[in-house]
């Protein structure tokens, strides 16, 4: 099994920065491609962005150019700049152990952290 923790949610300014962060455990030698997905109070989950070794990181229209994904073995990274308030969400660190399509949805991904929160502010 594979095990996925995310960090580095809180509350934040709009317009301000922030960094979350996914550690991977297990059998981590199964992972393949990973991304960011995130969950706005009362509505479903959505793609923020994905990233497979060597290849070009992708991401969610609506944040294209307010975030860099990153991955380092079995680190994962979300870097957030000029946050909106439409960014609070439960974000979540999803992994999968074969090459996934970019802009895949969630069902393509096997293994979930349990989410960390970030509440932008006015």
């Known amino acids: 099994q594979v095990q996925l923790l995310e960090s580095g949610g809180g509350s934040v300014q709009a317009g301000g920065s922030l960094n979350l962060s996914c550690t991977a455990s297990?059998?981590?030698?199964?992972?393949?491609?990973m991304g960011w997905f995130r969950r706005p109070p009362g509505k479903e989950v959505e793609l923020v962005a994905g990233?497979?070794?060597?290849?070009t990181p992708y991401y969610a229209d609506s944040m294209k150019g307010r975030i860099t994904i990153s991955r380092d073995k079995s680190m994962l990274y979300l870097q957030m700049y000029m946050v909106k308030d439409e960014d609070t969400a439960t974000y979540y660190c999803?992994?999968?152990?074969?090459?996934?399509?970019?802009?895949?949805?969630?069902?393509?991904?096997?293994?979930w952290g349990q989410g960390t929160q970030v509440a932008v502010s006015s």
């Open positions: 297990g059998s981590i030698g199964r992972l393949n491609t």
């Open positions: 990233i497979r070794s060597g290849r």
């Open positions: 999803a992994a999968a152990d074969r090459p996934v399509p970019p802009m895949s949805g969630a069902h393509e991904y096997s293994y």
